[in-house]
């Protein structure tokens, strides 16, 4: 019997990286068995070329913002198209309402899929998160986030879909001049992805990379920012006076290859993760790693990586200065990238995906 999944996605990034081609070769996937693939994602979505070269190759529809009529609109897709399994990722509780009313009395599985830690709200909030996400199912990207949902939610079926990566996307670069950027030639080049400024350690980073080019070692960092661009900015004015000479902040590419080959060295100095893409992207690519020791970074068991004590500047400081200054040797940097090939394809990621979709379409109460 043919089946709809329905995917909701609060993503308005930039490109559509490692998350919408993952999304698109798991459509692939359910189509290669009969069965159909819905996106649905936020109104702001809709600017973004990605989505609109989506919308050219599956069924993609837009929210409005305004609640009567996206669930006039919601309910109109799933009586359509027969929607069969509601699959949400980034999810936030005024969209998980809606999805509930939308599907009011059809008994749709649906699925909270865990790309991030997941957060729990506080007093009344909580109460009313309780009952939103009563009888779902999660979907953590680690084993952390998995367990973390069981802790919180006993009662919930929770699984684990390990994170993979689209690697076709990491052999497509273009040759960047580090002149035309404002990198300087005799000076190491950084990168970080930093879009939350305190979650991500950017304020971590820039004390790391002041103090070092105050001490003489020349170190520039990119700061690739996919959205909160002038909030970030601002924080850094706010620390500095001016963005220094030392910090680069550049947009994202489809082919993120291009500014990893500028790298010497890639940081996550992360107070907390779900499962970072950046970092096995950085390790396939055989970029030197220094990150911070949270859970979701020690879980990868990157044998080249380099850690420092989460929260700690100087440690970090201290950490890069030691690998710049003697980096890992190119075979152990080729046996990781070779292992992150191994442990993270995409093949198994979408196995694990339908074989959850299997369960939960034979046990409905979960809705």
């Known amino acids: ?17 490692n998350f919408i081609n993952s999304l698109e070769a798991l459509r692939e996937a359910v189509g290669e068995r009969g069965w159909s693939t819905v996106y649905v994602f936020p109104a702001a979505t809709a600017e973004r070329d990605w989505a609109q070269e989506l919308g050219e190759q599956a ?26 399994l509601i699959h949400h990722h980034f999810y936030k509780l005024p969209y998980v309402l809606l999805f509930d009313l939308a599907a009011w009395g059809k008994k749709i599985p649906q699925l909270i899929h865990l790309h991030c830690a997941l957060h729990i709200h506080q007093g009344p909030a909580r109460v009313i998160e ?32 390990k994170n993979a990566i689209f690697f076709p996307r990491l052999e497509q670069f ?72 030392w910090l680069h902040l550049l947009p994202p590419r489809n082919d993120i290859a291009s500014y ?11 107070r907390s993760e779900g499962l970072p893409y950046s970092v096995l992207e950085a390790a396939w690519l055989k970029v030197p790693t220094v990150l911070s020791d949270i859970p979701a970074h020690t879980a990868l068991a990157l044998p080249c990586a380099s850690f420092f004590p989460c929260g700690n500047a100087s440690a970090l400081t201290e950490k890069i200065r030691q690998i710049l200054r003697s980096p890992p040797s190119e075979a152990r940097l080729t046996a990781q990238s070779e292992a992150v090939f191994r442990e993270y394809r995409l093949e198994e990621w979408i196995k694990t995906v339908l074989n959850i979709y299997d369960k939960q379409l034979k046990n409905r109460r979960f809705s």
């Open 1 to 17: 019997m043919s089946k709809t999944v329905l995917h909701f996605a609060d993503f308005k990034s930039p490109c559509r990286g």
């Open 59 to 84: 069924t993609v529809y837009y929210l409005s913002g305004r609640f009567l009529s996206d669930l006039k609109l919601l309910r109109r897709v799933i009586k359509r198209h027969g929607v069969s």
């Open 130 to 161: 309780k009952f939103l996400l009563r009888g779902k199912a999660f979907i953590g990207c680690s084993e952390k986030l998995t367990d973390d949902a069981k802790r919180f939610y006993p009662k919930n079926p929770a699984f684990t879909a």
């Open 174 to 245: 273009e040759p960047l001049d580090k002149a035309a950027l404002g990198l300087r030639e005799n000076a190491k080049t950084l990168m970080l992805f930093g879009f939350l400024y305190e979650v991500k350690g950017v304020d971590l980073a820039l004390e790391a990379l002041e103090s070092l080019n105050r001490t003489g070692d020349a170190a520039d960092l990119i700061l690739i920012l996919t959205s909160n661009r002038e909030a970030i900015r601002e924080k850094i004015t706010q620390r500095f006076g001016a963005i220094p000479a």
């Open 260 to 270: 990893f080959r500028l790298c010497d060295l890639f940081l996550a100095p992360s």
